[in-house]
């Protein structure tokens, strides 16, 4: 577990949104070489380093795997309850001594290995692990202002990479302090506006729920595209590059659960995101949470005139589209 965030980038996850790897492979030149991974070797055998990347990439068949990367993982239940203390908010609150106290080591329903599951009698506990993640997102982690500062600090290393003022593989070996301090000297402006809290303004927003299924998922997936139509939009609207940013969350995985179920027959059943005959309709639950918790954003650095109508129809666009209008520079808003 100590192990496990040791490829993190400055300021957490932010910057694995703009294609950066995942902080979990970001961590193998840390364990696999240098002082860590002869501590490894020395403590634990020549294979340590390469178990312990199978333990954080969800890989390993041992029944640890699902204490470090799995429905009910530690790191899941301490930085939900800590991220909720340390921004003072009554979220995140879990039934940690129940959900201890019910797990169990059990043979897997499908493969017959050991691991980690639940006693049922500890599904409202589970549950509210669930429910902690959920409202720690749409409270905290998606609120409009952590967002805006997101969207902000993306764009600002995006153009710092472009810039080759940063390089891809040195990201992850910065402190979040001593990555700012690094852009001082080529003076960005979204770097002074970050640190003086002057956070970009919201010109419009919609709930996932307005916008359909597969409905702009270009602004999550294709962080190229969604520079060009930011720069775009700020151009047609008298502002300068990187000063209008589009923002949607990439969805992810709020109500995921793979658990075996120990029922109170003995049986053992298999808890998914399908759900469990009478325990927990995820299905239609994760849907009508990621509706409302999940909105597309459009920021900039000041109010401009425009309404959310005009700004509709680009963000909602097939991605074909916005291609062909910025190749032949066509305008993107209609008069």
């Known amino acids: 577990m100590l192990l496990h965030d040791i490829g993190h980038y400055p300021f957490s996850h932010a910057l694995e949104e703009i294609g950066a ?43 640890l795997q699902g204490l470090v990367s ?21 979220y995140g609150q879990i039934d940690v001594d129940r959900l201890l106290e019910t797990i169990v080591v059990v043979p897997d329903p499908a ?10 009698k500890g599904l409202s506990a ?36 472009a810039d080759a003022v940063l390089g891809a593989d040195g990201l992850a070996d910065w402190t979040d302090e001593g990555l700012l301090h690094a852009l001082l000297p080529a003076r960005p402006p979204l770097l002074a506006a970050l640190r003086e809290r002057r956070l970009y303004k919201r010109l419009a927003q919609w709930p996932a729920a307005a916008l359909g299924d597969g409905t702009a998922e270009w602004i999550a ?27 949607y969350p990439a969805k992810t995985q709020m109500l995921g659960v793979d658990l075996p179920v120990v029922r109170r027959d003995g049986s053992v059943e298999h808890l998914t995101s399908a759900g469990l005959a009478g325990a927990l309709d995820l299905p239609a639950l994760s849907d009508q ?14 109010r401009v005139p425009i309404s959310p109508e005009r700004l509709w129809p680009v963000v909602t666009a097939d991605v074909a589209t916005l291609r062909a209008r ?3 520079d066509l305008p993107l808003l209609a008069p």
């Open 126 to 161: 589970l549950e509210s692990l669930l429910f902690a993640k959920y409202q720690m997102y749409r409270n905290i982690y998606w609120h409009h202002g952590v967002r805006s500062a997101t969207a902000m600090y993306k764009r600002l290393v995006d153009d710092a990479l």
């Open 326 to 328: 910025l190749d032949a």
């Open 221 to 247: 997936a294709d962080r190229a595209l969604v520079v060009r139509v930011e720069d775009r939009l700020a151009r047609e609207l008298g502002l300068g590059a990187g000063e209008i940013l589009l923002d």
């Open 289 to 302: 949470l990621y509706r409302s918790a999940r909105w597309l954003r459009v920021f900039a650095v000041r």
């Open 21 to 63: 790897l995942q902080h979990e492979s970001a961590a193998r030149p840390r364990i696999v070489t240098g002082p860590v991974a002869d501590v490894l070797v020395d403590a634990f055998g020549a294979d340590a380093p390469q178990r312990v990347l199978a333990l954080m990439h969800g890989e390993d068949h041992g029944p």
């Open 111 to 120: 493969s017959g290995r050991p691991r980690i599951g639940i006693l049922e």
């Open 70 to 90: 799995g429905s009910i993982d530690l790191d899941k239940i301490d930085y939900l309850r800590r991220d909720a203390m340390m921004c003072g908010v009554p």
